[in-house]
């Protein structure tokens, strides 16, 4: 899918510092839209915290850090002449590859000059009387843009839990969020790693390659499929570009815009017989990656539907875990794929080298953290380093880090203190011309990521165009709408299991962040909800 032709708009009047578009972030979302900015001629600029672009794969440097999306499928498809160029090597790239791939476009498409690196947003206020935003960042900018674009992430804050004694630890620490750009090498250091979701999962194997002795503080199992992951077969690759943008469309048709190849069973498990189900159990487990959750139609739907799965999936965990003590506490008890599943290599393999510790906090949790380590389960672990594998404030955390103001200087903050509330998790009522990327209420985080961005992305271009050639200069969601927007979120979720256990996708993670499910189920269905909306002249909006 190529682009639109883009009508060039008059260059923007005014001093160095007002802006058409103002972006905040550098990540896939920050640099998209900042080329089809371009693309209609007009004046942009993004804002980012990092010294340099890859927003998530900037940051996510930790060992093992890999997209649990595969490759062919995890790249922009906007400009078919890179999706062809482009190699991937392995089936799920590593992070260095994905940040490889992100250097790559903005060098291509000569983004940096645009580009304001190691500067953080730290407010955005709407002037009414102007109808621009002036934004501010922490090096001292002052700049104002008619629209502000939000390419801000859905797991770009992390969650570092206030943990008693934190700051007496002698040793260092890590966030996998936030790794060093230096290699670190734990070889012969007793580790401690807290938390088990999908980046422990992927980093515990290859730190327990470097260290003496590794003590895992696991508070909650989860579910992992096996990644199954190897070099790129070119015969493969070659048969995907040969008919790429055919593969994308069918791609755009499953629920999480990846995976046409080995979609959803349309079968329903009670209709299969037990050989059946492990038949389509094993052959998914053995394909690899997160097509296990597809096995069959009501998984995600019917209780009593995902409890056989879980019980096949804890089974594999029996037969690869030696120590039945140490496989029962791995095998997760709640609904499965309610918290996203995790795809490893190696990783409940992992638990029978004997110098790899399983610790069950469930009763009580981190207790404190001491000079010399990690209290928990009423006992000290003495460790040279801590890795926080503790996840993110996923999708409105770094929103709500920014001092956002729209109308009548209402905040973001308060607007949303009962939890997050948009119109197609585009914009937000009060808070005109602010787009956000992926923002909540869209089916983002349980999407191939890139394909729901280049969506957004050419929705909040076509939507400037469409602004400039009626004239217009505001676009904002009307309160109703978005009234009805969060129901309808809210209605589809409790269709489905999505909501029965605490996930980041329902902010539980993070202490005292209300619980609202988050993220929209179902891609296709909300495409043609946002086509609609602007065949109907932006149905739900009002444009001033
Ligand atoms: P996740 O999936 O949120 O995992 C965080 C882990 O940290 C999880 O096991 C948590 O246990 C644990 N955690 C969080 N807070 C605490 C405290 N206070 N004490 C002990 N343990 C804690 O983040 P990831 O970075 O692994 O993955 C995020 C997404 O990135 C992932 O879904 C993929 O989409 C890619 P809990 O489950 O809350 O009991």
Redesign the pocket.
Known sequence: MNAPTERPAPAAAGSANEFDVVIVGAGFAGMYMLHRARGQGLRAVVFEAGDGVGGTWYWNRYPGARC?VESMEYSYQFDDTLQQQWHWSERFAPQPEILKYANHVADRYDLRRDIRFSTRVTAAHFDEAGARWNVTTDRGDQVSGRFVVMATGC?SST?K?AFPGLETFTGPTYH??EWPHEPVDFSGKRVAV???????IQSIPIIAKQASELWV?Q??A?YSVPARNAPLDPGYEARIKAEYQAFRARNSQMMGAFGSAFPRSEVSIFSASDEERDRAFAERWNRGGLGFQGAFADLMINPNANEIAADWVRERIREIVKDPATAELLCPTQVLGC??MCVDTGYFETFNQPHVHLID?RPG??EAITPRGVKAAGREFEVDAIVF????DAMTGTLLRIDVRGRDGVSLRDAWAAGPRTYLGLNVAGFPNLFTVSGPGSPS?LTNMIVSIEQHVNWIAGCMAWLRAQGRRTIEATPQAQEAWVGHVNAVADTTLYPHC?S?YLGA?VPGKTRVFMPLIGFPDYVKRCDEVVARGYEGFAVA
Do not use: E, M, Q
């Open positions: 649990d797991l969650n839990p996998t969020g807290i938390g088990t979701g999908s980046s422990a503080f508070r909650t989860n918290k996203r906090i949790g981190i594998a503790t996840g993110f985080v605490n980041w993670n």
